[in-house]
């Protein structure tokens, strides 16, 4: 595959000028892009329950997979022998990597985090790992993913002021370290872009400290980090609207771990391009439903003789072909397909989301189309 110089490039298609909110188009080697676009996680090489080819048949075009994960289990030389994630897993579009940070504080038993790096155990077998931006990238091209990330580091929330300004500035310092190895790694070959992260927890001056470091390094996308970590929504909003008229313009920017549909509908308003969340794989699993009147829970006793579709508006797989009650019959049985089936609709849910918002802005109509379905869905139970 010859990777023009152009490889990666954003093009913005149409503005809202009410809001700001953005459709626009990331032209990677491995496809198109457009956003707004919702990508789903795929942490172990997988979207779980799903198969690629279901993952294509509901309009997913970029999926995420994940650096910490792979790395301790296969083992990112394993996946690179299987020629790399797009070979071993058989996804031919795009992929983007996490760089591996967030991750060992959510997941590693212990961790020690210095400006060199962070010194974890493996939260499958204990065994010690150095973690640091030259390790990410060393990883994140095993895995062969077409959008990298920086090596970060998100405060946890709620944190000091003290703790969000440390990793501002380490993040500041990870981030050029990142940029060194990442070319260093590839040479001039430009077969994987790297994405810059913002940090700075709730305080909107260290967010502007964090993009003064961030955005001078030049990265061909940028992404909000230290949110959907536990702060309330507001904070996240404010957070977001501190950040509009700072990002490049002309760069797509990522909200990373967002979110539930109303939070998108709210992250696109606010100038976001792209976004990804374990909610709809995760909800699926335990049979909670998106619909746009809000969350569905298909275990409730009401939907036992419930012969209509979990969303009549939907046009996935488990929409048109079965009905509330089979859904929760197989939920209550444990049967293997309840789960795959709301997982392929919540997919659906959230990746038809962002089309019909991309249209909606194409349009001139994304203020109404933002009213009407927040008018109509209620973020809890519907
Ligand atoms: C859920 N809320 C949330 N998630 C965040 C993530 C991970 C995003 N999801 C990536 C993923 C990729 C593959 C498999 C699983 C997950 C972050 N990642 C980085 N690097 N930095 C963040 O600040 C940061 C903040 C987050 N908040
Ligand atoms: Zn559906």
Same mark, same amino acid.
């Given at each position: 595959m010859n990777f023009p110089d152009t490889a990666f490039s954003f093009t913005l298609d149409a503005v809202c000028p009410v809001t700001g909110a953005r459709a626009g188009t990331l032209h990677t080697p491995r496809g198109d892009i457009q956003t707004p676009v919702f990508m789903p996680v795929g942490t172990q090489a997988t979207v779980k329950a799903m198969a690629p080819f279901e993952l294509e048949e509901m309009g997913a075009r970029i999926i995420l997979a994940n650096t910490y994960h792979l790395y301790l289990r296969p083992g990112a030389d394993i996946v690179a022998e299987g020629g790399g994630l797009h070979g071993f897993m058989q996804w031919k579009r795009p992929i983007l990597t996490d760089s591996g940070g967030f991750q060992v504080f959510s997941l590693s038993t212990l961790n020690r985090i210095s400006d060199e790096g962070v010194w974890c155990r493996s939260h499958h077998d204990g065994t010690p790992h150095v973690m640091n931006p030259e390790w990410s990238m060393s990883v994140q091209k095993q895995l062969g993913s077409d959008i990298a990330m920086c090596f970060d580091q998100c405060a946890p929330w709620p944190c000091s002021r003290e703790e969000a300004e440390g990793a501002v500035r380490r993040t500041a310092l990870w981030a050029a370290r990142s940029k060194e190895a990442h070319a260093r790694e590839w040479?001039?070959?430009?077969?994987q872009a790297l994405f810059g992260i913002v940090q700075g927890s709730v305080w909107e001056d260290l967010r502007l400290r964090s993009a003064k470091d961030i955005i *001078?390094?030049?990265? *061909?996308g940028y992404a909000v980090g230290g949110l959907s970590v536990g702060e309330p929504h507001g904070d996240m909003y404010r957070i977001l609207d501190s950040l509009k008229g700072v990002l490049p313009s002309g760069k797509p920017r990522y909200l990373m771990g967002v979110g539930r549909p109303d939070n998108l509908v709210e992250g696109v308003a606010r100038g976001i391009d792209m976004f990804d969340c374990v909610l709809p794989t995760r909800n699926g699993r335990n049979g909670t439903l998106f619909t746009p009147y809000g969350a569905v829970n298909i275990k409730k006793k009401q939907y036992e003789r419930d012969f209509t579709p979990v969303d009549p508006e939907c046009d996935c797989y488990a929409c048109r072909t079965f009905t509330r009650a089979y859904i929760r019959h197989l939920y209550r049985s444990g049967e293997i397909l309840a789960s795959r089936l709301c997982s392929w609709h919540n997919l659906r849910f959230l990746i038809r989301l962002g089309e019909e918002m991309r249209k909606a802005i194409l349009e001139g109509r994304f203020p109404e189309f933002r009213r009407a379905f927040l008018g109509r869905f209620s973020g809890g139970e519907a």
């Open positions: 040479q001039g070959e430009r077969r *001078p390094m030049d990265f *061909p």
